[in-house]
């Protein structure tokens, strides 16, 4: 067996599942996805832990003549954590090949089986983690357009002062208008966050999310069924559920979603049908118990703000505190100086 080549994409192979379970873990709070990695990397590692000693005796980097070929290296363009995942998950695949015909070529037919039997659980974790970064809601505001409340400004003006402002994920939900209105409308804001890389939720349609090419899609309790969102939406888009109680909470984590909405956290007069404020002991309850990403919501205001950061919020929805503010980037910078002064603070 060629020891050094072996040890080289055995190395090669164990440190791409490095960076994916780093990702999971560090980036997205994945504990699944964290252990999904941990046990690949432990299975690939025992393995060829028989040969280790060998394979540890014939590296040698300072005479490896693919070492100034990579230092070479153009640029390769990467940038943000899909492209990061994708040239990683490559990097297992194909050093996972190489073993596997490696230990082929040398008669190890039993541990090449092994080998192929990772490289195809590569294939699958390269997929969920995938679909986990492209489906991960942006930390910090979460904007969502109210026209009633904007005082005057359509609901494509709000969308481009709160891009302009920073937000960096932004809802759709408007309850007034015709279908074919809103689709008008959601694709002009489409253009709108695309072009700015802010994420785009809209509210309660699957099929105008689709139609728009939106990130995904935030339905209610009464609206649709999660798992038919998810067929209709596919595996990468986001979901978000609203929820107002321990028991819908415990339900949305059997669920195939990214976020739940946890409120009215105050009241709130932005929605005709809303439920009573289901106040700040279940946003307690949603930060102890609940594994899923959450969004404060309902009634979240500049002077109230304080009481919500009390707990380990990431996401917060504001409407009318935003849309309808004269200037919306002056909110803004103030809502995130509170946010900031909190984190200092702990």
Same mark, same amino acid.
């Given at each position: 067996?060629? !020891?050094?080549k072996?040890?080289?994409?055995?190395n090669?192979?164990?440190?791409?599942?490095?960076?994916?379970e780093?990702?999971?873990?560090?980036?997205l709070?994945?504990?699944?996805?964290?252990?999904?990695?941990?046990?690949?990397?432990?299975?690939?590692?025992?393995?060829?832990?028989?040969?280790?000693?060998?394979?540890?005796?014939?590296?040698?980097?300072?005479?490896?003549?693919g070492?100034?070929?990579?230092?070479a290296?153009?640029?390769? +363009?990467?940038?943000g954590?899909?492209?990061?995942?994708?040239a990683?998950?490559k990097r297992?695949?194909?050093?996972?090949?190489?073993?596997?015909?490696?230990?082929?070529?040398n008669?190890?037919?039993?541990?090449?089986?092994?080998?192929?039997?990772?490289r195809?659980?590569?294939?699958?974790?390269?997929?969920?983690?995938?679909a986990?970064?492209?489906?991960?809601?942006?930390?910090?505001?979460? +904007?969502i357009?109210?026209?009633?409340?904007?005082?005057?400004?359509?609901?494509?003006?709000?969308?481009?002062?709160?891009?302009?402002?920073g937000?960096r994920?932004?809802?759709?939900?408007?309850? !007034?208008?015709?279908?074919?209105?809103?689709?008008?409308?959601?694709?002009?804001?489409?253009?709108i966050?695309?072009?700015?890389?802010?994420?785009?939720?809209?509210?309660d349609?699957?099929d =105008?999310?689709?139609?728009?090419?939106?990130?995904?899609?935030?339905? +209610?309790?009464?609206?649709?069924?999660?798992?038919?969102v998810?067929?209709?939406?596919?595996?990468?888009?986001?979901?978000? =559920?609203?929820?107002?109680?321990?028991?819908?909470?415990?339900?949305?984590?059997?669920?195939?979603?990214?976020?739940?909405?946890?409120?009215?956290?105050?009241?709130?007069?932005?929605?005709?049908?809303v439920?009573?404020?289901?106040g =700040?002991?279940? =946003?307690?309850?949603?930060?102890r118990?609940?594994?899923?990403?959450?969004?404060?919501? +309902?009634?979240?205001?500049?002077?109230?703000?304080?009481?919500?950061?009390?707990?380990p919020?990431?996401?917060?929805?504001?409407?009318?505190?935003?849309?309808?503010?004269d200037?919306?980037?002056?909110?803004?910078?103030?809502?995130?100086e509170?946010?900031?002064?909190?984190?200092?603070?702990?």
């Amino acid at each position: 067996m060629d !020891y050094r080549k072996t040890d080289a994409n055995l190395n090669r192979a164990c440190e791409g599942v490095r960076v994916l379970e780093d990702t999971v873990r560090f980036d997205l709070n994945r504990e699944d996805l964290t252990r999904e990695c941990r046990s690949l990397r432990h299975d690939l590692r025992t393995l060829f832990a028989p040969r280790m000693a060998q394979l540890i005796a014939s590296r040698d980097s300072e005479t490896d003549v693919g070492v100034p070929v990579s230092r070479a290296a153009a640029d390769d +363009g990467r940038c943000g954590l899909p492209s990061v995942i994708a040239a990683n998950s490559k990097r297992i695949q194909e050093a996972l090949r190489v073993l596997e015909e490696s230990l082929k070529g040398n008669g190890f037919y039993e541990e090449a089986k092994k080998a192929e039997a990772l490289r195809f659980r590569s294939y699958t974790l390269e997929k969920k983690v995938t679909a986990a970064v492209l489906r991960r809601l942006p930390e910090g505001l979460y +904007g969502i357009t109210a026209e009633k409340f904007a005082n005057g400004k359509g609901n494509v003006r709000s969308v481009r002062e709160m891009v302009d402002a920073g937000i960096r994920v932004i809802q759709y939900r408007e309850k !007034y208008r015709t279908m074919k209105e809103k689709a008008a409308e959601a694709k002009e804001i489409r253009k709108i966050t695309a072009d700015a890389g802010v994420v785009f939720i809209v509210n309660d349609h699957p099929d =105008l999310a689709l139609l728009c090419e939106a990130d995904g899609v935030h339905i +209610g309790q009464d609206d649709w069924n999660p798992a038919d969102v998810r067929r209709i939406m596919g595996d990468t888009a986001i979901i978000g =559920l609203s929820t107002h109680n321990p028991d819908q909470a415990q339900a949305a984590m059997r669920c195939d979603i990214d976020y739940i909405g946890c409120g009215p956290i105050f009241q709130t007069f932005t929605k005709d049908d809303v439920c009573a404020p289901v106040g =700040l002991d279940y =946003l307690n309850y949603v930060s102890r118990n609940v594994t899923l990403p959450y969004v404060a919501i +309902g009634g979240i205001k500049l002077n109230n703000i304080d009481e919500v950061l009390k707990y380990p919020v990431r996401h917060i929805a504001l409407v009318s505190e935003i849309v309808g503010a004269d200037d919306v980037k002056a909110m803004v910078g103030a809502l995130n100086e509170k946010i900031k002064q909190f984190g200092r603070n702990q």
